[in-house]
Nanobody, 123 residues
Framework: QVQLAESGGGLVQAGGSLRVSCAASGRTFSRYYMGWFRQAPGKEREFVAAITRGGENTYYTDSVKGRFTISRDNAKNTVYLQMNSLKPEDTAVYYC????????????????WGQGTQVTVSS
């Protein structure tokens, strides 16, 4: 399995921007579909965004379309989530996930996970 480590979380005011990163190690990064999920207190972990192996295609949950952008740099073994126009409801722990197959958007289909990074948006 690939090992994942997120960074870049923090506290930001509503309307602001933040970029979180996920560095991968251990296996060939370009073999993996990459995703971002988030989990707010008392809620289920939910899909946020995903990107295909070469970065040709991206997918987003409706609530972040037009505000968040997922990208990857296979030379740096890193996937990014640029978050703009942040809202208090975006507050959550953000997790990076990887899988060699793109089986779906539910968290149960993704096999490798990072430890998460906290994003807090103040109103």
């Amino acid at each position: 399995q690939v090992q994942l480590a997120e960074s870049g979380g923090g506290l930001v005011q509503a309307g602001g921007s933040l970029r979180v990163s996920c560095a991968a190690s251990g296996r060939t990064f370009s073999r993996y579909y990459m995703g971002w999920f988030r989990q707010a207190p008392g809620k289920e972990r939910e899909f946020v965004a995903a990107i295909t192996r070469g970065g040709e295609n991206t997918y987003y949950t409706d609530s972040v379309k037009g505000r968040f952008t997922i990208s990857r740099d296979n030379a740096k073994n890193t996937v990014y989530l640029q978050m703009n126009s942040l809202k208090p409801e975006d507050t959550a722990v953000y997790y990076c996930a990887a899988d060699e197959l793109f089986r779906g958007l539910l968290s149960k289909f993704w096999t490798s996970w990072g430890q998460g990074t906290q994003v807090t948006v103040s109103s």
